[in-house]
T-cell receptor
Framework: DAKTTQPTSMDCAEGRAANLPCNHSTISGNEYVYWYRQIHSQGPQYIIHGLKNNETNEMASLIITEDRKSSTLILPHATLRDTAVYYCIVRAGGSNYKLTFGKGTLLTVNP | DTAVSQTPKYLVTQMGNDKSIKCEQNLGHDTMYWYKQDSKKFLKIMFSYNNKELIINETVPNRFSPKSPDKAHLNLHINSLELGDSAVYFC??????????????FGSGTQLSVL
């Protein structure tokens, strides 16, 4: 599975959009981009995933560049409860599903 | 109702003891996992079961033995506990082991402290 690079930490003001970048320059054609987050002392939580096209759900939007070498997770109106570690994961399709988590980005939403 | 529930939430024990962590999911999923999160906060997969069959075993010491009595349960038994086993253990489940945008649902974790 392709490796990802994320900033160690980011800050965001409450109510503003949080844009979390992820580089995955070695991604191959059948690899999906997943985002999970882990709020302190809780289990990881799925946010969104995508292959080529931009995706949006009730939690966030995922913007994937045309060359697929990077992506951005957007939380449109960050709240204090969005403070968490955000993991960008790239994974190929196929059986024996296995997510490999990196270090992630600690997003701190400030009042 | 909690989708993926693990017990106990905290486990404090002495080196050399044997302990078990239980996990149950009520989502009707076919696949369950155990992940370990160490003190540096890295989350690593340990095992995966699909319909009670072991499909992933990530070079975990054989002191760790998962058991899946049915597809809704995946328990983790650890023999001869060592200091290095101290970590948070997360159980998770997904609809199937195949892939296509499978979401993993995680439990709230079991914090194991070996003294």
């Amino acid at each position: 599975d392709a490796k990802t690079t994320q900033p160690t930490s980011m800050d965001c003001a409450e109510g503003r959009a949080a844009n979390l970048p992820c580089n995955h320059s070695t991604i191959s054609g059948n690899e999906y981009v997943y985002w999970y987050r882990q709020i302190h002392s809780q289990g990881p939580q799925y946010i969104i995933h995508g292959l080529k096209n931009n995706e949006t759900n009730e939690m966030a939007s995922l913007i994937i560049t045309e060359d697929r070498k990077s992506s951005t997770l957007i939380l449109p109106h960050a709240t204090l409860r969005d403070t968490a570690v955000y993991y960008c994961i790239v994974r190929a399709g196929g059986s024996n599903y296995k997510l490999t988590f990196g270090k992630g980005t600690l997003l701190t939403v400030n009042p | 109702d909690t989708a993926v529930s693990q017990t106990p939430k905290y486990l404090v024990t002495q080196m050399g003891n044997d302990k078990s962590i239980k996990c149950e999911q009520n989502l009707g999923h076919d696949t369950m996992y155990w992940y370990k999160q160490d003190s540096k906060k890295f989350l690593k997969i340990m095992f995966s079961y699909n319909n009670k069959e072991l499909i992933i075993n990530e070079t975990v010491p054989n002191r760790f033995s998962p058991k899946s009595p049915d597809k809704a349960h995946l328990n983790l038994h650890i023999n001869s506990l060592e200091l290095g086993d101290s970590a948070v253990y997360f159980c998770a489940s997904s609809l199937s082991s195949g892939f296509r945008g499978e979401k993993l649902f995680f439990g709230s974790g079991t914090q194991l402290s070996v003294l």
